[in-house]
């Protein structure tokens, strides 16, 4: 499908404001983060103990927290899950027979202090501190060598100045999820970093996609500039970018909108994967393989003329 036939679009002219605007969105983000003292770390990352219980009738939060405060678990997380009957507490940091221990006197306290509302656990996890203090090292590592993955991969197959790009729009579009995630106070777990791994496949799948058509370009155009090159080679790609990222996000949507609870968050960091990772792949990755370019330029006049 050619939406955008014979396209030709001023985007590199622009690069100076998107990079601002990028600049300004990543910082608003990592502000969030400070103010919050770091992100909200799941019970993955955590650890702790999650119970999913449904009641039989509607339930009041306060009166969920009223009871918990007869335990002393007056700081638990809670919240309802879906429907106004089904709630979430999420106790954090405690070793596994304390989590026990915490789940057996929540489900007391609330038979006591809510009677006539019959309930039954859904769902129960618990995670000890340390592992999850290892399964958020293990996160970091997954990420960390995924990145170096794609550096190897695209200095071989294009440039290390390729490589370096890509590796800056997918920094770029981490930053922005976590950003968002912060300023919405929502939980990284598991699922989320997961999350976090898609969009960066994605991303560099729709960067990768320019890059082609740069490389072509300048095998059959040797005498056009290279900013006019990289501009001419995304506005090519322009249709497929739009073409993909339109029906990605449709389909990323309905799973947000019918996908249920328990993977909500995961589907909302795609949509904003798909939404950042097509901007960055235009507005990013090309831009900085340009400026690394006009760089080498500048520096190699300066050595003739010395």
Known sequence: MELFAEANYKILEKRKFTAILSVVIISIGLLSILFHNGLRLGIDFEGGTL??????????ISDV??????VGLENASIQQFGAPNE???RVLRLEEQEGIKASEEIQATLSENIPGNP???RRMEQVGPKIGSELRGAAVLAILSALLGIVLYISIRFEFKFAIAAIVALVHDILITLGVFSLLNLEITLAIIAAFLTIVGYSLNDTIVVFDRVRENLKSLRRATYFNIVNLSINQSLSRTVVTSVTTFLVVLVLYLGGGEVIKNFAFALIIGVVVGTYSSVYVASPVIVEWAKRSE?????????
């Open 51 to 60: 119970m999913q219980i449904q009641f039989e009738e509607s339930v009041e």
């Open 65 to 70: 927290r009223s009871a918990l405060e007869q």
């Open 87 to 89: 709630i979430i507490i």
């Open 119 to 121: 309930f039954n656990v």
């Open 298 to 306: 500048s520096q190699g006049k300066l050595s003739k003329k010395r």
